[in-house]
């Protein structure tokens, strides 16, 4: 049973415009989430992580939100860049130890 | 970049054959941790460690046993590879910090099994 889903296979964006990627989640008990970017026959990339006590973690153009009663969080990326083109995965751990990821959204920025 | 490597990066075995991957890690951190990769699926976990000798199960680990005898080299066995153990391989570490946890990727090794 999936824990962490996200329901996007795949977005598209114009280059400079905001992109919006999205992951739910269903068990309670996740206290940490991140995201990561994975380009192709690479591993993944860690992107940004937040923790369930705050709503909102910033680094440079990215941001995560986090709505622990919805169980829902998104990765905003602000402007989108050809080079963020990629698959994105949101993971999720009930303790920083053990993690689990969604099935991934494939973002592609169009110039 | 995180300094992980695995190896090998590619392999080509047959059913029945035991395989073992190398992961190695320069960054000293207490956590290593196996996933495998495959379509629709995401990123699985395996097994992990927490720690030099020890580990656990993670939500696939059927079929694969691990090892960590040093803190920077954790190993996956398939002890009898079969053609659903074909799949993209990868080795992560982290290190538990105060706040939000960060765990860093190797680059993967491509598994198959004929």
């Known amino acids: 049973d999936q824990q962490v889903k996200q329901n996007s296979p795949s977005l598209s964006v114009q280059e400079g415009r905001i992109s919006i990627l999205n992951c739910d989640y269903t068990?309670?008990?996740?206290?940490?989430f991140l995201w990561y970017k994975k380009y192709p026959a690479e591993g993944p990339t860690f992107l940004i992580s937040?923790?369930?006590?705050?709503d909102k973690n910033e680094d440079g153009r990215f941001t995560v939100f986090l709505n622990k009663s919805a169980k829902h969080l998104s990765l905003h990326i602000v402007p989108s860049q050809p080079g963020d083109s990629a698959v994105y995965f949101c993971?999720?751990?009930?303790?920083?130890?053990?993690?689990?990821f969604g099935t991934g959204t494939s973002l592609t920025v169009i110039p | 970049d995180a300094g992980i490597t695995q190896s090998p990066r590619h392999k080509v075995t047959e059913t029945g054959t035991p395989v073992t991957l190398r992961c190695h890690q320069t960054?000293?951190?207490?956590?290593m941790y196996w996933y495998r990769q495959d379509p629709g699926h995401g990123l699985r976990l395996i097994h992990y460690s927490y720690g030099v000798k020890d580990t656990d199960k993670g939500e696939v680990s059927d079929g694969y046993s691990v090892s960590r005898s040093k803190t920077e080299d954790f190993l996956l066995t398939l002890e009898s590879a079969t053609s659903s153990q074909t799949s993209v391989y990868f080795c992560?570490?982290?290190?538990?910090?105060?706040?939000?946890?960060?765990?860093?990727f190797g680059p993967g090794t491509r598994l198959t099994v004929t």
């Open positions: 993971a999720a751990s009930p303790t920083g130890n053990q993690f689990y």
């Open positions: 068990n309670s008990m996740f206290d940490y």
């Open positions: 937040i923790s369930s006590i705050k």
């Open positions: 960054e000293n951190h207490r956590y």
């Open positions: 992560a570490i982290s290190e538990k910090l105060a706040g939000a946890p960060e765990q860093y």
